[in-house]
């Protein structure tokens, strides 16, 4: 995943929020962009110390309310981020008016040591969840080059099957999601998802081993209340663990 600093900053920040981890020092920023294979990327994060997690109660998807987007380029025409938006807008349009895909193009020593240029795109639900899909093309020498026209319209895509599969959590954070219920205090926290990718089913293998931890699975199918592909709703309840670092002055 190479756009992952962008998703992470639009879904993986907001669904932290949700645990209680909050602050004025609680940023994810871009310093300087690197495409492989050469990268030169840099990103500057700051978190602050929370003890405990509280649990969550995220089984309301909702409906989806505005999308968003940064198109980048890095050591090529300005122009291609342009094609990259029209050409994703050209789908998206069709379902939705309230969208905004913003440009990113880095110059000099902020541009990394390679050339190359992405989408990234995130929808917003009228409950706070957030959907997101990327791509970007492929690193120099390797693959075939890839048009912006159809990297824009392919994004477009990937996001609307996201939104397809649906839940509260997108498949790029369900891990991450349930990591920090099996993290939060001794009480039920419940989340409603789409599919579970892959990962994320050997993800709950893991907790179990480290944790001792079972989730209660329940299908949920699609029908009146819930739209797209069929729901999971997962349960447990927390292991009640503690920071105990403390703040350095």
Known sequence: MLSVVDVLKATALPLL???????????L??????MPPGGGGEVFFSCPVRKVLKPVQLTDPGKIKRIRGIAYSVRVSPQMANRIVDSARSILNKF???????????KGVSSGKSPGFGLSLVAETTTGAFLSAELASNPQGQGAAVLPEDLGQN????????????????STNQSLGLLLMTLGQQ???????????????EFLRHLKSFFQIMFKIETKPCGEELKGGDKVLLT??????????KTLK
């Open 236 to 245: 447990c309840v927390g292991v009640g663990f503690s920071n105990l670092s």
């Open 155 to 170: 994004c477009a895509k990937l996001l609307l099957e996201e939104i397809y599969r649906g839940g509260c959590v997108d």
């Open 17 to 27: 929020k949700q645990f209680g981890i909050d602050g004025e020092s609680f940023e």
């Open 29 to 34: 920023k871009v310093v300087r962009r690197g």
């Open 187 to 201: 009480d039920v926290s419940k989340v409603l998802l789409g599919p579970l990718s892959p990962y994320t089913i």
């Open 96 to 106: 939705i008016p309230d969208i905004y895909i913003y440009t990113d193009h880095m």
